[in-house]
C-alpha cells in the first residue's frame, strides 16, 4: 500500500525517490553533462514536459505534410501516364508510327528516367 501525501504548500518544489539503478544512471549522466543531479533531472523534465510535446506536434505536422505528399505523387503519375497515351495516339493519328511503334517510342522516351519506386 502507497502512502498518500498532502500536496506541499510549495508548487515549485518536487521531491521523489529513485530506483537505485536510475539514480546511479542519472549521476553518471550528470557528470558527463558536468551538472548536478538536480539540475540534470530538472533538465530532463522540461525537455519531457515541453520539448516532447512540440516534437510530437512537429510529427504530426510531418506526417499530414507526407500524406498530401503522397496524394500529389498519385496525381502526378496519372498525369504522366495520360501524357504518354496521349502522345502515343497522336502519333499512330498523324500516320508516323503503327501503335506498337508508338508505344516503345514512348516508352523509350518518355519513361527512360524513372521516379523512385516506380516499374
Known amino acids: 500500500m502507497t502512502k498518500s501525501r498532502q500536496p506541499t504548500t510549495d508548487p515549485t518544489r518536487v521531491s521523489f525517490r529513485l530506483a537505485p539503478e536510475i539514480a546511479a544512471e542519472l549521476a553518471r549522466r550528470a557528470a558527463e553533462a558536468g551538472k548536478s543531479e538536480g539540475m540534470y533531472a530538472r533538465d530532463l523534465l522540461s525537455v519531457a514536459l515541453f520539448q516532447l510535446q512540440e ?65
Not at 90 to 117: C, I, M, N, Y
Open 55 to 119: 516534437q510530437q506536434q512537429e510529427l504530426r505536422t510531418i506526417r499530414v505534410q507526407l500524406a498530401k505528399l503522397d496524394s500529389t505523387l498519385g496525381l502526378i503519375r496519372s498525369l504522366r501516364a495520360d501524357f504518354a497515351s496521349s502522345v502515343a495516339v497522336l502519333l499512330v493519328s498523324a500516320g508516323k508510327l503503327r501503335p506498337d511503334q508508338a508505344h516503345q517510342w514512348v516508352q523509350e522516351t518518355l519513361f527512360t528516367t524513372q521516379s523512385p519506386g516506380e516499374p
